[in-house]
């Protein structure tokens, strides 16, 4: 379980294919705060720590990345020099700073608009007819593993929506999200109260 608080960004600098893709992460995280087992959330995605090295500061760790994983997440994510948002799993005790997040994407979306306003970047994000319900103003999604709170929704005729989000320059700057461009894809994650709330509603009909 995660909060969608990145913690730091990693970059891939390896990739191995053995059936699943292995892959070698380069963090500034304590390698010996890193347990092998233990949850890191990449940009999104809940991966398995199966190894790691190094020294503080510059730690590495390494994960496999199933083939139904890759159909699931931005299309070459996976590739060498990819930077990757990263959280370490949600403990007993500490803050929730942002909501829960499970660490499974729930589909992929395309940025449809991303320019500065104001001081922050406005950023407006397409998904599909099958996910556009999930989707409410001043409810929480996440982008990329990054916990964002929708400012607005507009519904299109062919059932998806364009929803509007707000990057301030802190989370511009500690996440990838200030790079994102017109036309690039991030991993989504709709908010599981919505998936239950959804899910009620149609046992009731």
Same mark, same amino acid.
């Given at each position: 379980?995660?909060?969608?608080?990145?913690? %730091?960004?990693?970059?891939?600098?390896?990739?191995?294919?053995?059936?699943?893709? !292995? &892959?070698?992460?380069?963090?500034? @995280?304590?390698?010996?705060?890193?347990?092998?087992?233990?949850?890191?959330?990449?940009?999104?995605?809940?991966?398995?720590?199966?190894?790691?090295?190094?020294?503080?500061?510059? %730690?590495? #760790?390494?994960?496999? /990345?199933?083939?139904?994983? *890759?159909?699931?997440?931005?299309?070459?994510?996976?590739?060498?020099?990819?930077? &990757?948002?990263?959280?370490?799993?949600?403990?007993?005790?500490?803050?929730?700073?942002?909501?829960?997040?499970?660490?499974?994407?729930?589909?992929?979306?395309? /940025?449809? &608009? %991303?320019?500065?306003?104001?001081?922050?970047?406005?950023?407006?994000? !397409?998904?599909?007819?099958?996910? %556009?319900?999930?989707?409410?103003?001043?409810?929480?999604?996440? *982008?990329?593993?990054?916990?964002?709170? /929708?400012?607005?929704?507009?519904?299109?005729?062919?059932?998806?929506?364009? #929803?509007?989000?707000? /990057?301030?320059?802190?989370?511009?700057?500690?996440?990838?999200?200030?790079?994102?461009?017109?036309?690039?894809? *991030?991993? &989504?994650?709709?908010?599981?109260?919505? !998936? @239950?709330?959804?899910?009620?509603?149609?046992?009731?009909?």
């Amino acid at each position: 379980m995660f909060t969608g608080i990145v913690s %730091a960004i990693g970059t891939i600098e390896d990739v191995r294919e053995g059936g699943d893709l !292995r &892959l070698k992460v380069a963090c500034p @995280y304590d390698p010996a705060q890193i347990a092998i087992g233990a949850s890191i959330a990449c940009s999104g995605v809940c991966l398995t720590v199966v190894e790691r090295g190094g020294e503080p500061g510059k %730690a590495w #760790f390494a994960v496999d /990345v199933s083939g139904e994983t *890759v159909s699931r997440t931005v299309r070459g994510m996976w590739s060498k020099g990819r930077r &990757l948002n990263l959280e370490t799993a949600l403990r007993l005790g500490d803050e929730l700073g942002g909501h829960i997040v499970t660490g499974h994407v729930d589909t992929v979306g395309e /940025v449809r &608009l %991303a320019r500065p306003e104001g001081g922050s970047t406005l950023i407006a994000i !397409r998904t599909s007819a099958a996910f %556009a319900p999930f989707v409410a103003p001043k409810g929480s999604i996440t *982008v990329d593993g990054v916990s964002l709170t /929708v400012n607005d929704v507009r519904d299109r005729d062919d059932g998806a929506c364009d #929803f509007l989000l707000n /990057v301030i320059p802190h989370t511009a700057e500690v996440t990838t999200l200030g790079a994102l461009a017109e036309g690039d894809q *991030v991993n &989504l994650e709709i908010d599981v109260l919505a !998936r @239950y709330l959804k899910r009620m509603q149609s046992l009731q009909r």
